[in-house]
């Protein structure tokens, strides 16, 4: 008798822009949450509540049917030691592993290369997005990128180039006054166009995809529909890598997180029943992170931004519940008006990287950091 073994798979949704901690993992019996966010909160009768204490955000209902079937991971206050509150730079420290200067190359390539090191699938990592993600680069090493998978199809040949230029464009110039121009030409001379030819394979995908699920009419529906088509193709790829926008949230922060939640909640609900309707979801977990959190305090309309934040780990192989303390919320435990960070991301990044993909996480997040067992 012999058995086919699932190689693991690896999604990340980035939560772009600082998404806010106290209102989507609510602290709805603390004062000090009522009594700092006068405008900017989540009335107590409309928290979903996860337990006497925290309550979610009442726009993630689904999330939480989720989370009672065991498949939602809470990870508590990640981030890093003296946050930065600049969106490049704090994405960058969590895309790179490197807070202490401008790292060169993205955990997620450097975990490609040590699974794929002869590049024999050169769609190992698929990136959906408007630019190619920080965390996926490292010189020599593939990333297919696509925009839109359901157009990209369609487009002729010419256009397809024209897209991948696009995007590597865009992260050229995106990065290369922080990095520099030397590392930016390193990558694009090593990598290039005619490594980005692997998204030309993935137009297999719209051909064997069908499936009785109907996702929404948003951007991440589309993405985490194009990411379930590719992982349904049995292409063999391993990373997947996409983003919602628009978690910056200064300034009518109760109707656009409510919409973004809304939208976020339901794309991965559709996602994970398509990837179950065809005995695909397996082999699959979603990680969710933001760069940082928001400040304790509103600022009348939205939030600032803050630090400590929330990450999620989703799928049938992850052990769901709680991990990690909330942070204190008294004001003398804050700093600068923050919550502080208690777990370090690549602490979050390692149990993905050892528990999951079965690699040693130590040189690419270089160091040995406290791991959430929610694997």
């Not at 003398?332 to 690549?346: I, M």
Request: proline share 5%; hydrophobic share 35%.
């Amino acid at each position: 008798m012999t058995t086919t073994k699932k190689d693991p798979v690896l999604v990340v949704l980035q939560l772009s822009g600082g998404n806010d901690y106290l209102n989507t993992i609510i602290p709805y019996t603390d004062p000090i949450y009522h009594d700092a966010r006068p405008t900017v909160r989540i009335p107590e009768n409309e928290v979903i509540p996860l337990d006497d204490k925290l309550g979610l955000h009442p726009s993630m209902a689904l999330f939480k049917d989720m989370y009672d079937q065991g498949d939602v991971a809470i990870i508590h206050g990640v981030g890093y030691a003296n946050s930065i509150r600049s969106h490049f730079r704090s994405m960058d420290i969590w895309h790179t592993c490197e807070p202490d200067k401008n790292g060169e190359e993205g955990w997620l390539g450097l975990a490609a290369r040590d699974m794929d090191p002869n590049k024999e699938n050169i769609v190992t990592t698929v990136s959906f997005g408007y630019s190619l993600f920080r965390a996926l680069v490292s010189p020599g090493v593939p990333v297919a990128c696509v925009d839109d998978l359901d157009s990209y199809g369609l487009l002729t040949d010419i256009h397809q180039e024209q897209q991948r230029a696009k995007i590597l464009d865009r992260f050229a110039r995106i990065y290369a006054p922080a990095v520099g121009n030397d590392t930016v030409s390193t990558y694009l001379k090593s990598t290039g166009l005619e490594a980005m030819d692997g998204a030309d394979i993935l137009k297999v995908a719209n051909e064997r995809y069908s499936s009785s699920v109907e996702y929404g009419d948003t951007g991440i529906a589309k993405k985490l529909k194009g990411i379930s088509k590719v992982h349904q193709a049995g292409l063999g790829t391993r990373i997947f890598y996409c983003d919602q926008m628009g978690f910056d949230t200064h300034a009518n922060q109760m109707l656009v997180h409510a919409t973004l939640w809304t939208d976020v909640s339901q794309a991965i609900t559709d996602f994970f029943d398509d990837l179950k309707e065809h005995d695909a979801a397996d082999n699959v977990i979603m990680l969710l992170f933001t760069e940082f959190g928001r400040r304790v305090r509103d600022n009348g309309s939205g939030t600032d931004h803050g630090s400590g934040g929330v990450a999620f780990a989703i799928g049938d192989k992850v052990k769901g519940g709680q991990y990690g303390e909330y942070p204190s919320m008294k004001p003398e435990d804050l700093q600068q008006g923050d919550l502080v960070p208690n777990l370090d991301y690549r602490g979050l990044y390692s149990t993905v990287l050892e528990d999951w993909l079965g690699l040693d996480a130590k040189p690419i997040v270089k160091g040995t950091y406290e791991k959430p067992n929610f694997l």
